[in-house]
């Protein structure tokens, strides 16, 4: 089978639990979801940190993990006060680490306590979206324009694509860009036509443009990551697109300005 009928394949299977998730199963639910997703993102994410990080400090950010998605299904506030902790706690773990190699200068230091922030975060307001009024429509509507907008990039800059965008991945074109930017500014005017007609058309595909330039940021920076340790993927686990982190790069990034969106 070839790797774009993988593609295929995959979406086919995945596509249709994850909508039934989102749209007629409880929050809780839900937050159990991105709860895996971000606990496999951060694993995938770990596995591109070069030079590798203490397994010690990985446990840690797990824990803190499960620790942020389940105080979001029990205590509805709590999360602001785990935030700090995905620092205070790591950081604290390298002051008494008895590892004399390891400390703040080491490389892998500094990602290994962003990379908590780079997953976990956006994933934990995408849960907060969905508690907003209309926030599952909201959601359809981001998971629309984003992945309308990787397919037409793939598939512009696979046809018509001539001038490389950056080194980082000499595979993405201006022209791909610009086409997935396009295809963004459709897909958000009819869904805003659709579900929100009380807004207006402009506003709505602007926010679909915007998304779209943020999205294609964060395919860039994973891009970044996977450059530096070498790696085609993150990882296996879907069939044909790689790992989970390469299926929600894009999003990482489109979901903060979505909340901020709906946050004004």
Partial sequence: MSTHMKRVVTALIVIPPLIAIIWFAPLYALALLLMVVALASLHEFYRMITPPIQKGLMIINYVLTVF?????????????????????????????????????????????????????????????????????????????VVFAGDTASFYVGRGLGKHALTRVSPGKTWEGTVGGILANAVIAGLYGAFFFPSLSLASVMVLGMIIGIFGQIGDLV????????????????????????????????????????LGF
């Avoid at 029990?74 to 604290?92: C, Q």
């Avoid at 307001?125 to 508690?131: D, G, I, S």
């Avoid at 993150?234 to 069939?239: F, V």
């Fill in 222 to 261: 994973e891009s970044l990551f996977k450059r530096s340790s070498e790696l085609k993927d993150s990882g296996t686990l879907l069939p044909g697109h790689g790992g989970l982190l390469d299926r929600i790069d894009s999003l990482l990034f489109a979901i903060p300005v979505l909340y901020l969106y």
């Fill in 68 to 144: 942020l998605f389940s105080s979001l299904i029990f205590r509805e506030h709590f999360y602001v006060g785990i935030l700090p902790l995905f620092f205070m706690i790591p950081l604290g773990y390298i002051l008494l680490s008895p590892s004399r190699a390891y400390s703040l200068k080491h490389e892998g230091t500094g990602l290994a306590l962003v990379g908590t922030y780079y997953v976990c975060l956006p994933l934990m307001l995408l849960l907060l979206t969905a508690r907003l009024p209309q926030g599952k429509l909201w959601i359809f509507y981001l998971l629309s």
